[in-house]
């Protein structure tokens, strides 16, 4: 929207602010060019909005959050809320953040929505990718003045060369830079691969947020409903809403893909789905494991009544067979099927 990535202008033309948005969208060298002439040499990106307002106006159109929870980070798991209130006090200090957790949890999402909450103005957001062209990285970050504000999200440490990972060691504890480096594999596993320093580790370490995996989060029916509402909206599609049988099957998967894996779920079911998702708009792995849980439950189911029931006989198991209705040789199959130790 607008809002997200704004350059508010006074009515002579002069930029009066960014939104951190627009400075990511701009990148550095764009960002200072704005800064200095305006926008009178700039032909705007995609997805970059010019609002010509006075300048009293200007000054407030983009102001900053006062607190990371009020800003344009909403956490789907209720959870996340201590964690945004640590990443506040350390950003505050400009102290490195090693944001960590398992695949799909949302942690290069979660830094950048990070970086674009501080509350600095004008400042760049880097990525630094290991995966991507290392000459190319080299080349932005010796673009990188070191005077001024940036945050520096560092993505695959374990692809970084030796090269990338020495010019990053110099940076990293330069004061106006905030470092916010995403890993899913411990640190110490990567030094002992050989594929980490261990100084820029230990750099990068101090401070650590694990972000936690979805299948215990509290209320994760509430996190599968809010999360669907979102995708729906997003697809065209507000009026479908989630049958029980839906949301039964959604909620006992064990999501070990968590957000990633739960949002390609939802996309498809949305997609399926006529005027009501149903357990058969599921995607096939969700719906086949929701039937393995629940043969696993009936069969626990039956061999909880018949072990109160040859309890009840004493362990006979001829009366206990009268008693369920069973023949002998049925309930001695069911017996050695449920690994039920005759009494």
């Not at 602010?17 to 704005?34: E, H, I």
């Not at 149903?278 to 096939?284: A, G, K, Y």
Request: proline share 6%; aromatic share 2%.
């Amino acid at each position: 929207s607008a809002a997200s990535a704004l350059v508010a202008l006074d009515e002579l033309g002069r930029v009066r602010d960014l939104s951190p948005n627009a400075v990511a969208l701009l990148g550095p060298q764009r960002t200072r060019q704005v800064q200095r002439e305006g926008l009178k040499n700039l032909t705007l990106p995609e997805g970059l909005f010019a609002q010509w307002e006075p300048v009293a106006k200007a000054r407030t159109s983009v102001q900053r959050p006062k607190s990371l929870l009020n800003s344009q980070i909403s956490p789907l798991d209720p959870r996340q809320t201590e964690l945004l209130r640590k990443a506040e006090q350390l950003i505050a200090g400009h102290q490195p953040i090693l944001i960590q957790g398992a695949a799909g949890v949302g942690k290069s999402t979660f830094a950048k929505a990070l970086a674009g909450a501080r509350h600095v103005e004008f400042q760049s957001v880097l990525l630094i990718d290991g995966t991507a062209d290392p000459n190319q990285t080299l080349h932005r970050l010796r673009d990188l003045d070191p005077t001024e504000e940036c945050t520096l999200i560092l993505d695959n440490l374990a692809d970084m060369t030796s090269a990338l990972q020495l010019k990053l060691l110099g940076i990293v504890d330069s004061s106006p830079v905030l470092t916010l480096a995403v890993t899913g594999t411990p640190l110490a596993d990567l030094i002992a691969q050989n594929t980490l320093r261990p100084d820029l580790a230990h750099r990068l370490s101090g401070s650590q947020l694990t972000l936690p995996a979805l299948h215990d989060a509290p209320g994760l029916r509430d996190i599968i409903k809010t999360l669907f509402d979102v995708l729906a909206r997003a697809a065209g599609r507000p009026e479908l809403y989630l049958t029980e049988g839906a949301l039964a099957t959604l909620t006992s998967h064990h999501w070990p893909g968590n957000l990633h894996e739960m949002k390609a779920s939802l996309r498809h079911a949305i997609l399926m789905a006529k005027d009501q998702v149903t357990h058969t708009d599921l995607p096939d792995p969700l719906r086949a494991q929701a039937a393995e849980h629940d043969l696993a439950a009936r069969s626990q189911h039956e061999a909880a009544r018949i072990i109160a029931a040859l309890q009840h006989n004493n362990g006979n198991v001829a009366e206990t067979a009268r008693y369920l209705g069973l023949s002998r040789a049925t309930l001695y199959r069911k017996i050695q099927i449920s690994k039920i130790r005759e009494k």
